[in-house]
């Protein structure tokens, strides 16, 4: 579903002549995986950055060092700088985050599971997180993560999901 779904975000994006890159934490690259995987994402994908490291989040994705301060790297506001910064410096129309935990163990207090994701599309002004409490083992949590920012990206693009169908919104 995953990548059906991927496919249809990126036919949406070339319809429109927008772009989409990513600022990936937990998920590692598996979120611009599943976009680069899609057959003609060239078109709309441009890439992303890999902000594995709390200081990359602030160099690379555009998050505010107050931020990570403040909050730090598993945070909602986090996500959504990272989303927003990602636009920003990848010259992006849209921007999609991943920040979390996917285990094994806790990190700053923040449990296994608790993950943000996020979408930005600043020329309109919006911008969503959604805060996910995910289960299973490391691998399930990343996947999951991936996956949820893609129908986070189509739900903005007016792409529903439906009891596992994907279709057009009008």
Not at 52 to 70: C, D, E, N, S
Request: charged letters at 20%; aromatic letters at 2%; hydrophobic letters at 45%.
């Amino acid at each position: 579903m995953s990548s059906e779904l991927a496919t249809l975000v990126l036919l949406e994006l070339r319809e429109r002549a927008e772009t989409v890159a990513t600022a990936e934490s937990l998920t590692g690259g598996l979120l611009g995986g599943l976009l680069s995987d899609a057959p003609g994402a060239s078109e709309s994908f441009v890439g992303g950055v890999i902000s594995y490291a709390t200081r990359l989040k602030a160099t690379l994705a555009g998050v505010r060092p107050a931020t990570l301060r403040k909050l730090g790297p598993v945070a909602e506001q986090t996500a959504a700088e990272m989303a927003d910064g990602v636009c920003e410096r990848c010259q992006a129309d849209w921007g999609l985050a991943t920040t979390g935990v996917a285990g094994p163990e806790t990190q700053d207090g923040h449990p296994v599971g608790e993950v943000f994701v996020a979408v930005a599309h600043p020329a309109s002004g919006l911008l969503r997180v959604e805060a996910l409490s995910l289960t299973g083992d490391r691998a399930t949590i990343r996947s999951a993560a991936a996956a949820h920012a893609v129908r986070l990206l189509a739900d903005a693009l007016g792409i529903a999901v439906d009891a596992g169908r994907v279709t057009e919104e009008t």
